[in-house]
């Protein structure tokens, strides 16, 4: 049995988890943030002073072993912008036992039992967390919605409080043999659980082999111009170390209608331009062109980490 651990937010944690979740001899752990305070979550943020559930309920849904009505009714969103419009059902119940069980941990672990999950789902931390990134021209912006607005390049991101790292986070971590970073948003979905001290110090401890699945698009406002050496720089520079072994990037071919499409919203392919990096670099066929989107395939990506899981002379020297 080989403990997967996987650290990020929001879809593209949830379109992983869509295929780890059915490899075998795997015990996976999702490390997820709860930094977002924007929408739904980022009401009952405010009005009942829990954790932001919103990626907590997208990864319960994924992670889920079986099709059921639950599972179907937990993305229901109310119409209209009052009382629970807007919010949720999912969101609404995860405050619900917040509220009723005294426990953030204990609010999820009740929850996956009776969506059969697979696999532990742990918040990076329990606390109401505020997040802020520091731009380029110096400029302070507070709140992880707000992040992304400003257009201006990001330096870092960090919390202005001392963050305690949940217990559970900290234990996946150490136990870890692969400790998975992506898919998704670099600044506002992997850096909130990176920056937390006790997460920084597990991961730095950890003798799992550290993999980042990098975007095979940049990101309007959050990551433009980034290179994949960009992305990877990012990450080691909130680490204050080196934190990534193998990166895995698409080799698919990308074509000029879809591009044109992205280009339009400023979102351009994530480019190699460098020829010798500290970690091994691997290309593979990783997206998904069904829909006009250009998007990770979850059984793609879950074929690569069983890959590199079963052949580590090739991937893991």
Do not use: W
């Not at 994530?270 to 829909?291: C, P």
């Amino acid at each position: 049995m080989k403990n997967v651990v996987i650290i990020g937010g929001g879809t593209g944690l949830s379109t992983m988890l869509k295929g780890f979740k059915t490899l075998k001899n795997v015990k996976l752990s999702a490390i997820v943030t709860v930094a977002d305070d924007g929408g739904s979550t980022g009401r009952l943020r405010e009005k009942y002073q829990i954790p932001a559930v919103g990626d907590i309920r997208n990864v319960m849904i994924s992670m889920a072993k079986s099709e059921t009505l639950l599972k179907q009714l937990m993305d229901y969103r109310f119409e209209g912008d009052d009382d629970v419009g807007g919010h949720n059902l999912g969101n609404l119940m995860l405050a619900a036992l917040i509220k009723t069980t005294g426990n953030f941990q204990e609010a999820i672990r009740k929850l996956s039992e009776v969506l059969n999950v697979k696999g532990e789902i742990i918040p990076s931390t329990i606390q109401t967390v505020h997040l802020y990134a520091k731009l380029e021209d110096g400029t302070i912006v507070e709140g992880e919605s707000n992040i992304p607005q400003s257009g201006i390049r990001i330096r870092d991101v960090f919390y202005q409080e001392h963050v305690e790292a949940s217990v559970e986070a900290i234990n996946a971590i150490l136990e870890a043999d692969y400790i998975i970073y992506g898919i998704g948003s670099l600044y506002t979905s992997i850096m909130p659980n990176i920056i937390i001290p006790g997460i920084k110090e597990a991961i730095l401890k950890s003798r799992a082999k550290k993999i980042y699945f990098c975007n095979a698009m940049t990101q309007y406002k959050e990551t433009d111009n980034y290179t994949l050496e960009d992305h990877v720089d990012a990450i080691n520079r909130h680490a204050n170390s080196e934190i990534v072994d193998i990166v895995v990037t698409y080799n698919n071919e990308m074509y000029e209608k879809r591009l044109a499409l992205y280009a339009e919203k400023n979102s351009f392919p994530v480019k190699v331009t460098a020829e010798n990096h500290r970690f091994k670099l691997i290309y593979e066929d990783l997206l998904d062109f069904e829909s006009k989107l250009i998007r990770h395939d979850s059984l793609k990506v879950k074929k690569v980490l069983k890959k590199i899981m079963e052949s580590k002379d090739e991937f893991c020297e």
